[in-house]
């Protein structure tokens, strides 16, 4: 069981919008920043988000974060085939002495 | 370019040990906090272990704390994990990633198999 909790599977159609979630607790989103990953399959983890809202060079503007209290949210607009993946949420979190916690991930289907 | 790459992977008993290797280059190794990360068959994403800058300061993952061994060497811009006991539960795609809590870069992975 994940410390951070993201639902197993979300769907879109293309150009539509779609949200991941991502729950968590004090000790780690409701005091730190919040990262995301995309996992494309048989592929190694990916950065896609970090400090809430910020995308790396080279990540499309169509893919967003932000924060609000102790959870998180990745939004997808333009719904792309390309951006069928799983998507995992990290954070640091303070009660574990040092820990990185990662949600379970969301498998995003693109139909 | 940034390259972070796995060795060391491969089939062992319960009980065994194995010691995975992670080659950096592309940047200024000395300069990073470096971690593992894994990832069971069909599952998600589990952090392992984290090593500071100069290698004397390490953070464990619960499971694997008095296991594994996490350790660096600046001078071979090399990343180490030595996992001793070995469980089946520790069959996994092995990652090494850059940074402490943000992985800015993963490797490509390395399948250690725990199984008799």
């Known amino acids: 069981q994940s410390v951070l909790t993201q639902p197993p599977s979300v769907s879109g159609t293309p150009g539509q919008r779609v949200t991941i979630s991502c729950s968590g607790s004090?000790?780690?989103?409701?005091?730190?920043?919040v990262t995301w990953y995309q996992q494309l399959p048989e592929t190694a983890p990916k950065l896609l988000i970090s400090?809430?809202?910020r995308r790396p060079s080279g990540v499309p503007d169509r893919f967003s974060g932000s924060k609000s209290g102790t959870s998180a949210s990745l939004a997808i607009s333009g719904l792309q085939s390309e951006d069928e993946a799983d998507y995992y949420c990290s954070a640091w979190d303070d009660n574990l002495g040092g820990h990185v916690v990662f949600g379970g991930g969301t498998k995003l289907t693109v139909l | 370019e940034v390259q972070l790459a796995e060795s060391g992977g491969g089939l062992v008993q319960p009980g065994g040990s194995l010691r995975l290797s992670c080659a950096a280059s592309g940047f200024t190794f000395s300069s990073y906090w470096m971690s593992w990360v894994r990832q069971a068959p069909g599952k998600g994403l589990e952090w392992l272990a984290n090593?500071?800058?100069?290698?004397?300061?390490?953070f464990y993952e619960d499971s694997v704390k008095g296991r594994f061994t996490i350790a660096r060497d600046n001078a071979k811009n090399s990343l180490h994990l030595v996992m001793n006991s070995l469980r089946v539960e520790d069959t996994a795609v092995y990652y090494c990633g850059r940074g402490q809590t943000t992985f800015e870069y993963w490797g490509q992975g390395t399948l250690v198999s725990v199984s008799s």
């Open positions: 004090s000790s780690n989103i409701g005091k730190n920043t």
């Open positions: 400090n809430n809202n």
């Open positions: 090593i500071r800058q100069d290698g004397n300061e390490m």
